[in-house]
Nanobody, 115 residues
Framework: QVQLVESGGGLVQPGGSLRLSCAASGFTFSSYAMSWYRQAPGKERELVAT????????NYADSVKGRFTISRDNAKKTVYLQMNSLKPEDTAVYYCKATHVIQYWGQGTQVTVSS
């Protein structure tokens, strides 16, 4: 069955880095655009970054431009989110999403930025 499994979240100090991974199975990963979203407590889920199916194009929310990098490895069926210079306002549950004709969501991974 379709699965998107996020990993790599945790507690990090402001200014630190984390790398999130999202491993896909059960669908043709290389045909899907992949995105990372996040949802902080009491806030709506927001788009963080998107990468096209081939990895040729990426797009970022203004709040993370220059700090976060989305990438993918179609051979490993995995999408990544490298997060640098983390801020307390980056604290959220991070979700990956696969989009083609239909959408699939992962279960999320918690990222907490705090001293």
């Amino acid at each position: 069955q379709v699965q998107l499994v996020e990993s790599g979240g945790g507690l990090v100090q402001p200014g630190g880095s984390l790398r999130l991974s999202c491993a896909a199975s059960g669908f043709t990963f290389s045909s899907y655009a992949m995105s990372w979203y996040r949802q902080a407590p009491g806030k709506e889920r927001e788009l963080v970054a998107t990468i096209t199916s081939t990895g040729a194009y990426t797009n970022y929310a203004d709040s993370v431009k220059g700090r976060f990098t989305i990438s993918r490895d179609n051979a490993k069926k995995t999408v990544y989110l490298q997060m640098n210079s983390l801020k307390p306002e980056d604290t959220a549950v991070y979700y990956c999403k696969a989009t083609h004709v239909i959408q699939y969501w992962g279960q999320g991974t918690q990222v907490t930025v705090s001293s």
